[in-house]
């Protein structure tokens, strides 16, 4: 957050520019690096493989999602011996760090899915 101040504390964070959380948080948010952590959380799995598990996902953006979730030591790539060659995603122990928070957001937005829609009708018919 870049003020020192710690995770949990009442006063609000503030966010600065050069907060190294920021790209991380862009990261962790996307909805594509969710789902492809998610996809990837009990085994090693192949691009095509990937793909299929995440529905309208273009090869573009996996391949995006992918390099940036390997930049960030969350997944690592491998190259298959095989013909023709392979390659397969799996999660690092960073990655896999992150499998409680994620499923901990997951439950909350099932929980709340119904509330969220509420207010979105209610906003919306505002306009």
């Not at 959380?41 to 309208?56: H, S, T, V, Y």
């Not at 573009?60 to 995603?89: A, D, I, K, Q």
């Amino acid at each position: 957050m870049g003020d020192g101040r710690a995770i949990g504390s009442r006063e609000a964070p503030e966010f600065r520019v050069d907060c190294p959380s920021r790209p991380i948080l862009d990261q962790i948010a996307d909805k594509w690096s969710m789902m492809a952590l998610a996809v990837l959380e009990d085994e090693p799995r192949r691009f095509n493989d990937i793909k299929r598990r995440l529905e309208g996902v273009t090869q573009r953006v996996l391949t995006h999602t992918l390099r940036r979730l390997e930049r960030n030591g969350m997944v690592e790539r491998r190259v298959l011996p095989t013909s023709p060659v392979g390659v397969e995603y799996a999660l690092t122990p960073l990655g896999r760090s992150l499998r409680e928070p994620f499923w901990q957001l997951l439950e909350w937005t099932l929980e709340h899915s119904g509330e969220v829609e509420r207010a979105r009708r209610a906003y919306d018919g505002e306009r």
